[in-house]
Nanobody, 114 residues
Framework: QVQLVESGGGLVQAGGSLSLSCAAS????????MAWYRQSPGMQRDLVAV???????AYADSAKDRFTISRDNAKNTLYLCMNNLKPEDTGVYTC????????WGQGTQVTVSS
C-alpha cells in the first residue's frame, strides 16, 4: 500500500519560513516525479514545484527564488523549503508522486499571517 504523509505545516508570519516533508512508503521517491501542490481557499489546486527523474526541477512563478524542492532517496522523503512566506502562500500543501500510477498525500495546512 502506497502512502504519502506530509508534515511541517503550521502558522507563520509573513516573511517567515517553513519546511515541509513528505514521507513515502510503498514506492521509491527516486523512481517517481515528485511534486508539491497548493490549494488556496476558494481556488483550484495548483502546482508549486516538481522534481523529476533524474533531478530536473521546475517551480511555479510564485515559488521561484523563495521555495526549494528536494528529495532524500535514502530517507524516501520529499521536501519543500519555503522562505519569505507571503499571505498568498496560504493553503493546503499536498505531495504528489507520478509514474506508472499517481498518488496523493492528505495534505498539510500552511497559514501565513500578515
Amino acid at each position: 500500500q502506497v502512502q504519502l504523509v506530509e508534515s511541517g505545516g503550521g502558522l507563520v508570519q509573513a516573511g517567515g519560513s517553513l519546511s515541509l516533508s513528505c514521507a513515502a512508503s510503498g514506492i521509491s521517491v527516486s523512481r517517481y516525479a515528485m511534486a508539491w501542490y497548493r490549494q488556496s481557499p476558494g481556488m483550484q489546486r495548483d502546482l508549486v514545484a516538481v522534481i523529476g527523474v533524474p533531478d530536473s526541477i521546475a517551480y511555479a512563478d510564485s515559488a521561484k527564488d523563495r521555495f526549494t524542492i528536494s528529495r532524500d532517496n535514502a530517507k524516501n522523503t520529499l521536501y519543500l523549503c519555503m522562505n519569505n512566506l507571503k499571505p498568498e502562500d496560504t493553503g493546503v500543501y499536498t505531495c504528489n508522486a507520478a509514474g506508472d500510477d499517481i498518488y496523493w498525500g492528505q495534505g498539510t495546512q500552511v497559514t501565513v499571517s500578515s
